[in-house]
């Protein structure tokens, strides 16, 4: 059973890479959501984002210092381009 349903929803998660971050991250992708994952490491990142696409979700991972906010501008202009 689904508490809640995300399907045909983006999903921009920070600290992607690991810890709660990561767990968030799975978490809306279970729910049905597809994910932008951000995080310094990328390496990280992008291992969340084989997860998520293995169940069926698209991921993308981008790089952002998310303190700057023309950085922040820029991330959902990529939000918007990849999904």
């Given at each position: ?8 929803r983006v999903a921009v998660v920070s600290g992607a890479a690991q810890g709660l971050g990561r767990a968030t991250a ?58």
């Amino acid at each position: 059973m689904k508490l809640f349903d995300l399907t045909g929803r983006v999903a921009v998660v920070s600290g992607a890479a690991q810890g709660l971050g990561r767990a968030t991250a799975l978490a809306v992708a279970e729910a049905g959501s597809d994910v932008m994952l951000v995080d310094r490491n990328l390496i990280g990142a992008v291992a969340t984002a084989d997860q998520i696409r293995s169940l069926g979700r698209r991921a993308a991972c981008a790089n952002t210092d998310v303190s700057n906010p023309n950085a922040i501008q820029e991330l959902f202009r990529q939000v918007d381009a990849e999904f």
